[in-house]
């Protein structure tokens, strides 16, 4: 795939082998499983290969994600100062929470294992529920047998029943509290985050010493987390639901 864009638009196969330093049968079996999923296709004219559509839609989904983080990083460094909390910004990715971005307090000591680029799966701590809350039941009872809905800790979800439960109550309320799930001692509130589409397409949330979320700070905390994610889907195109 990479020599198209230095050698292409369109490269025969003789070309391909030869700038890869390949046999024409091994570039040939690369090209048709590549072809058969959607990353490199036919010119009709001149039967030589291209890239498909599918690398396109790749690219697009890496632009989204660059995009997301450009426009929330100032947000969440906001809800930082104004919380005191640690910040993390995340996307789905297959069946994890993947980190784009994290933003600390300055009297904070670094207690948190997610770093950027590190995952979580999906139904633990509150960045990854709320990513939960874009998907479908059918999709979610997927996920959970996919998965087996591994346990971080004895508070961990593990089953699919309370999983969809969480899941309605995030979509209700507008946002999940995450407490001792991922990390003994360590919790969070997260909010989903839409695209122009209305999709959930990343997710924030604010997390501190699970000591100090008490009833009243649990309220604080998700009030900023909603209001900020809010802010952020508004600057992706998101209208609101009627």
């Known amino acids: 795939m990479e020599v198209f864009p230095r050698h292409g638009p369109e490269l025969g196969l003789t070309k391909i082998a030869s700038l890869l330093n390949l046999s ?18 036919r010119a ?23 995009e997301v983080r450009t426009l929330a990083l100032s947000s969440i460094r906001d809800m930082v100062d ?4 640690a910040a993390f910004l995340c996307i789905r990715e297959g ?6 971005e994290r933003v600390e307090a300055e009297q904070q000591v670094n207690i948190f294992s997610l770093r950027v680029g590190g995952r979580q799966p999906l139904h633990s701590g509150a960045a990854p529920r709320a990513l939960l809350s874009g998907m479908d039941e059918k999709q979610i009872t997927a996920y959970a047998a996919r998965t087996g809905l591994p346990a971080s800790t004895p508070d961990t979800i593990t089953s699919l029943e309370f999983l969809l439960k969480d899941v309605q109550q995030t979509r209700a309320r507008g946002y999940v509290v995450s407490m001792n799930d991922v990390v003994n001692g360590i ?16 997710s924030i949330s604010l997390s501190g010493l699970s000591i100090g979320y008490k009833p009243k700070r649990i309220s604080e905390l998700a009030r900023n987390v909603v209001e900020t994610a809010k802010r952020i889907s508004h600057q992706l195109g998101f209208q609101g639901r009627s």
């Open 24 to 41: 024409k049968a091994t570039a040939y079996r690369l090209l048709a499983t590549l072809e058969e999923r959607g990353y490199i296709e």
């Open 82 to 85: 104004q919380t005191g909390e």
């Open 187 to 202: 919790a969070a509130v997260g909010a989903p985050v839409y695209d122009h589409s209305g999709n959930v397409t990343a």
């Open 44 to 66: 009709l004219e001149s039967r030589k290969y291209r890239l498909g559509v599918r690398a396109f839609e790749l690219g697009l989904y890496f632009q989204s994600q660059i």
């Open 95 to 100: 069946d994890e929470a993947v980190c784009i």
